[in-house]
């Protein structure tokens, strides 16, 4: 298999040069490696053929499917570039329109009206009319000679209008793998393959291919996406045992007057007894001699700040300063207001660094930093750039909302001889299967209990023909001396129409809330006016909060017990999961209200109703991921993987990560640097595919 990353595919038999240049071009392939590793997306069945009218009748999006009839009339419409042919197309149960925008003359040479086909494709509305676009048609005799289940591969419209449609890919895929005399070697080390009893990697990928039968295809794609997996954890488990092994780390042994200070005169309240674990979990590393590398993990409003902060008085104790990141200026700049306000009491030199920070500000900082005079630098990623340059950094906190991945945590790791010990926190909580993947070089501590006092939030669905109601409640709470936010959502996409939107229900607010003020926010505001509008609130001048998501990262205002939060079905869960976190922060029951137009999808319902019956991060986490799928969280999950996955779902397949997990653990038990000779093949595999080279000890 490994030999295969030096065949290039132009000598694959009907690729040739042409196609080769697009496949690279469009796909990224370029060897036989690839072009076998470019799995197929879906399969259909060749012994199914749908009528017209079903799918005239059906709603969502369609998969790739094949129906058979016969061509009415072709038609061709526009000229030079808009030039398209327009086949009419028939069951005789209803019609469907063909199109095809490039190679118009071939397609009209080679299909006549009349005679029967098979057209394989993946139907659309267009403007109401059922069509289908750049189809694969054959006449049924050449249908009935392939397998019954057909491979459909990812393709961009580029290669479908050039002809190298799905049927080529799988061609070509099938043409070299007939040529191969030897079957392909295995790369997963043999113990692994015979204690799972892993489809071998010749049949795997002929299967995934070529599936020979259903069972077959997903055993193949089971092995296939373990493979992946497995690579991954063993990366990760290496890194973290090599680092553990032999990563020197700044010994912190003293308690002094930082923490103490802090500890008896700013803390306006008893830790809870998860902080305190974490905090004495956190104290063991620093003092070990290694360096730590962990994960804090907890619900919103559970006090990880404060871990942090206690954390980083720690290492001043010891002589070292220290730095917070956060993925955005807003979390930054909340941050070092939280710190500074939190910590004033005992002279602690903080300072906030991001993109926006003057030059003036910078220069002085940067002094700050060299002569130590700085004790906390909080910021954005502008504190891990080459020039920040601290005197002695000896920890820095991460605070993540999945934004940083692993080459970023590496960056830090470098920026002194020795690294500092790096403590990572996660805003969201994210299922454990995926900490294990994404974070799966970190120790893990869990912060599982919420300060003393908190209230559930009871939250409601409610559509908008109930708004008379849930006005009248926010009515009570207002005149009962709380507080109320309005939250609408704002995304890019739709800028214009949700700015409408956000302030329209600003004015509406304004007149039916008289005489409580109601004060907006949202993320097009000068900074300033940002400021002043959440100082009006978080002072309690104004009953009421008009804004978009930005209060997601932003304000404490215990006396705030209520969020009505508009078009809540276009939230995510977990993000719906963080802005309710905003109420429920003081001794009142609080409550939440979901608004939703009535017309929403089951699954929509589904999610929303969710929310309405659980207020466990973890849950909602986990729900979310199922739900949607390979989303938003995977998306931003998977840009801190080392190599981007091909077949593995992290949203769906955690059972395999946990497998991958544990055989990578029982691997590196028997063989940690890969070096016994049964393991030599997938350690060369596991380097490729990392892009590195074998010295585990040189990474990180
Ligand atoms: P997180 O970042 O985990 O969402 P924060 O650190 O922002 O949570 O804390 C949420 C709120 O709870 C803050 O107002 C903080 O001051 C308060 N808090 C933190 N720890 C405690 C505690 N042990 N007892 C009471 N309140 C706490
Ligand atoms: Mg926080």
């Known amino acids: ?335 070092y207001e939280t710190i500074s306000e939190l910590a004033s009491k005992i002279g602690l030199n903080v300072r906030l660094l991001t993109g926006s920070t003057r030059a003036k500000q910078r220069r002085l900082i940067d002094e700050g930093l060299r002569d130590g005079s700085i004790h906390i630098l909080v910021g954005t990623h502008a504190v891990i750039e080459d020039k920040v340059v601290f005197r002695n950094l000896g920890f820095a906190v991460i605070d993540e909302q999945h934004r940083f991945g692993v080459a970023q945590r590496a960056r830090l790791w470098q920026k002194s001889a020795v690294p500092p010990h790096v403590l990572v926190m996660t805003a969201t909580p994210i299922p454990r299967t995926l900490a294990m993947t994404v974070y799966g070089d970190l120790d893990v501590s869990v912060i599982d209990e919420l300060p003393p006092g908190r209230k559930p939030v009871a939250t409601v669905l409610r559509y908008d023909e109930q708004r008379q109601q849930v006005q009248r409640g926010i009515r009570a709470q207002l005149d009962a001396g709380h507080q109320v936010y309005i939250v609408y959502p704002l995304v890019e996409e739709n800028e214009k129409l949700d700015l409408r939107s956000v302030t329209e229900g600003f004015e509406a607010a304004s007149q039916l809330y008289a005489p409580h003020k109601v004060t907006l926010v949202h993320g097009k505001m000068k900074p300033a006016d940002k400021d002043a509008a959440m100082q009006m609130f978080a002072s309690g001048e104004a009953g009421v909060l008009v804004a978009t998501t930005v209060i997601e990262v932003g304000v404490n205002v215990p006396n705030a017990t209520t969020m009505v939060i508009e078009n809540a079905e276009r939230f995510g869960l977990s993000q719906l999961h963080q802005l309710r976190g905003r109420v429920g922060r003081g001794a009142d029951r609080s409550h939440c209200i979901l608004m939703s137009k009535h017309q929403i999808s089951a699954d929509t319902r589904k999610r929303l109703e969710l929310m309405t019956s659980t207020t466990d991060g973890f849950v909602i986490a986990e729900a979310d991921m199922q739900m949607r799928g390979p989303g938003d969280i995977e998306g931003t999950m998977q840009s801190g993987l080392p190599f981007d996955l091909k077949i593995a779902n992290l949203a769906q397949d955690g059972q395999i990560i946990q497998l991958a997990r544990r055989a990578a653990e029982t691997l590196l038990d028997a063989d940690p640097s890969l070096q016994l000779p049964e393991n030599r093949t997938f350690a060369t595999a596991l380097a490729m595919m990392l892009n590195r080279n074998t010295d585990w000890s040189r990474i990180s």
């Open 1 to 335: 298999m490994l030999s295969l990353r030096n065949f290039d595919i132009k000598f694959v038999k009907g690729i040739g040069p042409e196609r080769a240049k697009l496949l690279n071009s469009e796909l990224g392939i370029s060897t036989a490696y690839d072009l076998l590793r470019h799995y197929p997306t879906s399969y259909i069945d060749r012994s199914r053929t749908y009528s017209i009218r079903s799918l005239r009748q059906a709603t969502g999006e369609f998969p790739y499917l094949q129906i058979r009839g016969r061509f009415v009339s072709f038609n061709t419409l526009g000229e030079g570039a808009s030039m398209r042919l327009i086949g009419l197309f028939t069951d005789g149960t209803a019609t469907i329109d063909c199109v095809w925008f490039k190679g118009v003359r071939e397609v009209r040479n080679r299909l006549a009206a009349g005679h029967e086909y098979v057209l394989f494709g993946k139907p659309s509305f267009y403007r109401e009319t059922l069509q289908m676009t750049h189809p694969e048609v054959d006449p049924p005799e050449r249908v009935e000679a392939g397998p019954g289940v057909r491979a459909v591969y990812p393709l961009t419209e580029k290669l479908r209008q050039r002809n190298l449609g799905s049927k080529a890919i799988h061609a070509a895929v099938v043409a070299f793998l007939q040529s191969r005399k030897a079957p392909l070697r295995e790369t997963l080390p043999p113990s692994v393959v015979t204690s799972l009893g892993l489809m071998g990697l010749d049949e795997a990928i002929h299967n995934v291919h070529i599936p020979q039968s259903s069972a077959a295809l997903e055993q193949a794609r089971m092995r296939l996406k373990f493979e992946e997996l497995f690579y991954i954890q063993t990366d990760m488990l290496m890194r973290s045992r090599v680092r553990k092994a032999q990563l020197q780390g700044y010994i912190m042994p003293h308690v002094g007057r930082w923490f103490n200070d802090f500890y008896h005169n700013c803390l306006p309240f008893d830790l809870t007894g998860a902080q305190k674990r974490v905090i004495k979990e956190i104290r063991a590393d620093i003092m070990s001699g290694r360096q730590m590398n962990r994960l804090v993990q907890g619900d919103v409003g559970s006090g990880k700040t404060l871990v942090a902060l206690m954390s980083m008085l720690l290492a001043i104790d010891n002589g070292f300063q220290a730095c917070l990141m956060a993925p955005t200026e807003i979390l930054a700049t909340q941050h």
